[in-house]
């Protein structure tokens, strides 16, 4: 089971950027998609942004224009460029790996804090 480590996260102002990268243990090319989730304080963890291996992306609505997603099968990294960062950003930034179409996320990291505040 592949394991991923996030970094990358930490303290920016609102309308700032950050970039987070996730690396992986072992291959991602055969990985059906890659994703990047976050948990704000008293909130669910939310699904972020997905990309599959054929380069296919998805973005929750409130990140839409703002953020993006690439994969890098030959590095074994997934990133996550945040811009126009805002306060409800602020959260737990996790990334996960959907082995096969339609079964759960698996291999979490620890995860990194990115906190946007003035």
């Known amino acids: 089971q592949v394991q991923l480590v996030e970094s990358g996260g930490g303290l920016v102002q609102p309308g700032g950027s950050l970039r987070l990268s996730c690396t992986a243990s072992?291959?991602?090319?055969?990985?059906?998609?890659m994703g990047w989730f976050r948990q704000a304080p008293g909130k669910q963890r939310e699904l972020v942004a997905y990309?599959?291996?054929?380069?296919?992306?998805d973005y929750t609505e409130s990140v839409k224009g703002r953020f993006t997603i690439s994969r890098d099968n030959a590095k074994n990294t997934v990133s996550l460029q945040m811009s126009s960062l805002n306060l409800e950003d602020t959260a737990v930034y996790s990334c996960?790996?959907?082995?096969?179409?339609?079964?759960?996320?698996?291999?979490w990291g620890q995860g990194t804090q990115v906190t946007v505040s003035s």
């Open positions: 996960a790996a959907q082995l096969v179409y339609g079964t759960e996320y698996s291999g």
């Open positions: 990309i599959t291996n054929n380069g296919r992306t």
């Open positions: 072992g291959s991602i090319s055969r990985i059906y998609a």
